[in-house]
């Protein structure tokens, strides 16, 4: 994903979310409505988000130090995480004890009543606008990958990020209308407090489900399967790289992959032509993977496996 792909559905959420979240809590002050209130938390906790999501690419840039010398990149996945923690309690759990009290002591709402409903509407065409921009930007990126996999295996949180803030904000956008609008009906306030502890549970969900990937990220990650086989073929001529012996690879950001692999040659070139045989490797690789950026290749001479005294085959990867 490209940092200018991102960013924009980022600015476009953050913009959206709080024109939203003002609406909301003009809303709220007027209703006391909780489901209002647990939507407006909801927006100033996603514009939160973003806002960190847009420090964490800035910080990510930074080049490389003595203490820190494979670079920064990993911090977008760090404020990623962040954000997961920050929809977790400042939305979701806040949204539970809200709904929990309403239900508890329900209220109906009594003053300017249908202005929750009008703005809910208006939100969900604000929200729609961001959450269009997040697909766009995410169908130049995915492909044909499925929808679920693009989420799960995207080395660039903020897509994945900003499209579950997006859909779990229109959904629970819905789940308001629904708690406001049969509130309004029965005159029965624990429907809104229902709708609130909806939003609230899915938000909870969303926030783990975040956590998960992105603790996955933080871990490090190899390379995608297509880019493992890309960089496979190119690694291998035949003639000066006989063979992989076994290679591993780890994203050190989105768009910086470490790849580190002990190789096979000719076992009667010189110390020259070793050289220059890992010199054209990595040539290869970076051409075939262009974010292949740090390659450590480590020349050995394969061993054929041996053959045990029962007749198995005792493997002997070519050295340690």
């Known amino acids: 994903m490209s940092a200018s792909g991102g960013n924009k559905a980022i600015v476009a959420a953050l913009a959206a979310n709080l024109g939203i979240a003002a609406t909301k809590f003009v809303a709220f002050a007027l209703t006391a409505s909780s489901s209002m209130l647990a939507e407006a938390i909801h927006s100033v906790a996603d514009s939160g988000n ?111 990020v900003v499209l579950l803030e997006d859909t779990a904000a229109l959904l629970g956008l819905v789940l308001a209308l629904f708690g406001v609008g049969l509130t309004l009906i029965t005159g029965d306030g624990v429907w809104d407090g229902v709708g609130t502890m909806a939003i609230g549970v899915l938000l909870v969900a969303v926030a783990v489900f975040l956590a998960m990937e992105t603790k996955s990220l933080l871990l490090g990650e190899a390379a995608t399967p297509e880019d493992i086989r890309r960089i496979e073929s190119a690694l291998v001529d035949g003639d000066s790289v006989e063979r992989i012996i076994h290679m591993k690879t780890m994203h050190l950001g989105p768009e910086e992959l470490l790849v580190a692999a002990k190789i096979a040659v000719p076992k009667d070139e010189s110390a020259e032509d070793i050289a220059r045989s890992i010199d054209s490797a990595e040539k290869r690789i970076r051409a075939a993977v262009p974010i292949a950026r740090l390659i450590y290749l480590e020349p050995d001479i394969f061993r054929a496996p041996a053959t045990s005294a029962v007749g198995g085959a005792v493997a002997d990867p070519g050295g340690s």
Request: aromatic share 14%; charged share 20%; hydrophobic share 45%.
């Open 50 to 160: 973003q806002a960190l999501l847009l420090v964490g690419g800035k910080r990510a840039r930074r080049d490389a130090t003595p203490l820190h010398p494979f670079g920064f990149g990993r911090e977008r996945y760090i404020y990623a995480f962040i954000v997961s923690i920050v929809l977790f309690t400042v939305g979701g759990l806040f949204a539970l004890y809200e709904g929990y009290h309403k239900v508890s002591h329900p209220e109906p709402i009594t003053s300017w009543q249908w202005v929750p409903v009008l703005v809910l509407v208006i939100a969900i065409g604000l929200e729609g606008y961001s959450f269009r921009t997040a697909i766009s930007e995410s169908n130049e990126v995915r492909g044909t990958t499925r929808w679920i996999d693009f989420l799960r295996r995207a080395k660039a949180p903020e897509l994945p």
